[in-house]
Antibody, heavy 120, light 107 residues
């Protein structure tokens, strides 16, 4: 059974760095084809894909935030970390991590999400 | 980037109705199109993967089709628990992109 859970601060000040951790179980991020992605959702708005890390450490980012994002994995701890620098109030929203399966690269299991507010 | 245009943005329907939601890609994405259902305060739930494949545990009243640039999600015999927001997501290439969502409301 695959599960994922996001953790991190609920409140961050503008210009600070946001660090979110996705802790997962039920799969290994060393298995070929597997990945973990991050998706966010501002309040009342649509989903936005942010980043993805593959089993082979290949990293992909959304161009709109690429310069501020870093995604890393710790296979031994079953964790993926997303770091976003220089946050702004527009970065406020719920952040989800999700398992990317081998089948079509689809995000088939999601964490419950963590709400992050950027405010001074 | 591939743009996903989803329509309608909102939809009112009654229990028992059949509804269709469409997603159009700005370029061909083969069949790398997935559909999600999201209820308020909850994470999205995968309904359909690779354009037409029903995810395990999803009721058979959900179906989908399409390839290339045009895709549809159909819900037959709407049930009360189907009223939610639906999103399409292309996973043909990064950056992955979502449609803007369709809010399905009770008439």
């Amino acid at each position: 059974q695959i599960t994922l859970k996001e953790s991190g601060p609920t409140l961050v000040k503008p210009t600070q760095t946001l660090t979110l951790t996705c802790t997962f179980s039920g799969f290994s991020l060393s298995t070929s084809g597997v990945g973990v992605g991050w998706i966010r959702q501002p309040p009342g708005k649509a989903l936005e894909w942010l980043a993805l890390i593959y089993w082979d450490d290949d990293q992909r980012y959304s161009p709109s935030v690429k310069s501020r994002l870093t995604i890393t994995k710790d296979t031994s701890k079953n964790q993926v970390v997303l770091t976003m620098t220089n946050v702004d109030p527009v970065d406020t929203g719920t952040y989800y991590c999700a398992h990317r399966g081998v089948r079509g690269g689809v995000f088939d299991m999601w964490g419950q999400g963590t709400m992050v507010t950027v405010s001074s | 980037d591939i743009q996903m245009t989803q329509s309608p943005s909102s939809l009112s329907a009654s229990v028992g109705d059949r509804v269709t939601i469409t997603c159009r890609a700005s370029q061909s994405i083969s069949n790398y199109l997935n559909w999600y259902q999201q209820k308020p305060g909850k994470a999205p739930k995968l309904l359909i993967y690779l354009a037409s494949n029903l995810q395990g545990g999803v009721p058979s009243r959900f179906s989908a089709s399409g390839s290339g640039t045009d895709f549809t999600l159909t819900i037959n015999r709407l049930q009360p628990e189907d009223f939610a927001t639906y999103y399409c997501l292309q996973t043909y290439t990064t950056p992955y992109t979502f449609g803007q969502g369709t809010k399905l409301e009770i008439k």
